[in-house]
């Protein structure tokens, strides 16, 4: 499973940003959707093209079109939310996929509560978009329901990653290839990434004050 953490200037700057407890959350906000397209970049990069025929104000040329038509970008609610827009503005012509996932406080598994598909999974390219790669449970839950619609190819993007969350895609789905702009230390005890930048979803839409030295519940 290629792991690709894209190590650029922009990008850790952004993330720095993101990870202060000092950020709003009109920033943070704005941040994961600029960090988004920059890692959409990357994530793009094996999307094939085909000739396509231009003229230019001077004269013809042969240019490059998009030859993969069927593009669908899969949100993990609700974070994943958050970076939707940022693949949107590139792939403006993308349909997309809505996957709600929660844990069971039983099994500590992650259960679907909620799917909207769109009819073009098949032999689409599927981004599927999630801020955080903790344990890697609702990510492989993900890309486990959206492989039954058989796509080409799914790519997992998401801004923080944890060494185990990565172990867990490994061995659940070697296939798929990650793109993260960091990866992290380890978890603690509750699942949180170390040290991460707290509960991506909250901070996003402002379900909670950030405190200095406080932790997401």
């Not at 104000?57 to 939707?84: F, N, Q, T």
Request: proline fraction near 7%.
């Amino acid at each position: 499973m290629p792991l690709h953490v894209v190590d650029h200037p922009l990008i850790q700057h952004k993330i720095t940003i993101m990870r202060s407890v000092e950020t709003s959350t009109k920033k943070f906000r704005e941040l994961a959707g600029e960090v988004t397209q920059l890692l959409a970049y990357e994530a793009t990069r094996k999307l094939t093209v085909s000739p396509e025929p231009v003229m230019t104000p001077m004269g013809p040329c042969e240019g490059g079109g998009l030859k993969d038509s069927k593009i669908v970008i899969a949100p993990v609610l609700r974070a994943g939310l958050g970076m939707v827009r940022g693949m949107l503005d590139l792939l403006p012509r993308a349909a997309v996929a809505h996957i709600g996932l929660f844990r069971d406080e039983k099994t500590l598994q992650p259960k679907i509560y909620y799917q909207s598909m769109p009819r073009t999974l098949e032999s689409a390219t599927i981004f599927i978009v999630d801020p955080m790669l903790a344990t890697g449970g609702s990510l492989s839950a993900a890309a486990r329901l959206l492989k039954k619609a058989k796509p080409a190819k799914i790519v997992a993007i998401a801004l923080i990653a944890a060494p185990e969350g990565v172990k867990r895609m490994e061995q659940d789905h070697p296939d798929i290839d990650i793109v993260v702009a960091a990866l992290d230390s380890h978890l603690d005890a509750h699942g949180y990434i170390i040290p991460g930048l707290g509960d991506a979803g909250d901070r996003m839409f402002g379900s909670y004050k950030i405190e200095a030295g406080a932790r997401p519940v």
